[in-house]
């Protein structure tokens, strides 16, 4: 039995962000699919036996469920004294920019690509302030990673995981590669990791789609 059951999918950057941090550590780790697209985080038994907020990922260990990509990441960088800050500057840098990610990239780019690719929506109001806000928020990171190999510190941390995870589906989006050189040089850097896998290689996937 793994030390670690994560509960999610491969269409979830959310899920993402964390798989690709056990793999990275070497962890002993198993995923189980959550069927989303079928509406089983919607369902009495998942939220009462799972995640009340009816959501991915969830992680099991030692019989404690986790939830919430950004908690799960800072409770694994600590148990396993990788991918997070030294000091507690250095922590609190890196917990700007989860928080960064988790408003103004991963809130976004998520619904965005939801709406456009595995749902097929048109454009509308929705997904043009949508698109407005996230290229906002890639401009800020392209510009932050000008001199720099990863976002916060000369090593990678948990920042990089939650900032890179809907990027590397930028295919079934339009994310533009010639307009953020400096997040391909990064995205390339985290590929460039040993053990680093896409998310559709690493996770089970709830469609066929892509």
Same mark, same amino acid.
Do not use: P
């Given at each position: 039995m793994s030390e670690y059951k994560l509960y999610g999918?491969?269409?979830?950057?959310?899920?993402?962000?964390?798989?690709?941090?056990?793999?990275?550590?070497?962890?002993?780790? @198993?995923?189980?699919?959550?069927?989303?697209?079928?509406?089983?985080?919607?369902t009495e038994k998942y939220r009462t036996e799972l995640n009340a907020m009816g959501e991915v990922p969830v992680?099991?260990? !030692?019989? @404690?469920?986790?939830? @919430?990509?950004?908690?799960i990441m800072d409770y694994l960088a600590e148990k396993h004294n990788q991918f997070g800050g030294n000091t507690a500057?250095?922590?609190?840098?890196?917990?700007?920019?989860?928080?960064? !990610?988790?408003?103004?990239?991963?809130?976004?780019?998520?619904p965005y690509r939801f709406m456009k690719f595995i749902k097929d929506m048109p454009d509308n109001d929705v997904t043009a302030f949508l698109k407005g806000r996230f290229e906002d928020a890639l401009s800020i990171l392209d510009k932050h990673l000008t001199d720099k190999d990863w976002v916060v510190l000369n090593r990678p941390t948990l920042?990089?995981?939650?900032?890179?995870?809907?990027?590397?589906?930028g295919d079934e989006w339009g994310f533009?590669?010639?307009?953020?050189?400096?997040?391909v040089k990064w995205l390339d850097n985290l590929k460039g990791l040993k053990g680093w896998k896409h998310p559709y290689d690493l996770l089970p996937k709830g469609l066929n789609k892509g």
């Open positions: 999918m491969a269409e979830s950057g959310h899920t993402y962000k964390v798989a690709l941090m056990l793999e990275l550590m070497g962890a002993d780790w @198993q995923a189980e699919f959550v069927d989303f697209f079928n509406g089983e985080t919607r992680l099991i260990v !030692d019989g @404690q469920k986790m939830t @919430q990509s950004g908690v500057d250095e922590k609190r840098e890196i917990l700007r920019w989860v928080l960064y !990610d988790n408003h103004k990239l991963s809130a976004l780019i998520g920042a990089d995981f939650s900032l890179c995870s809907y990027l590397y589906f533009d590669a010639e307009k953020y050189t400096n997040i």
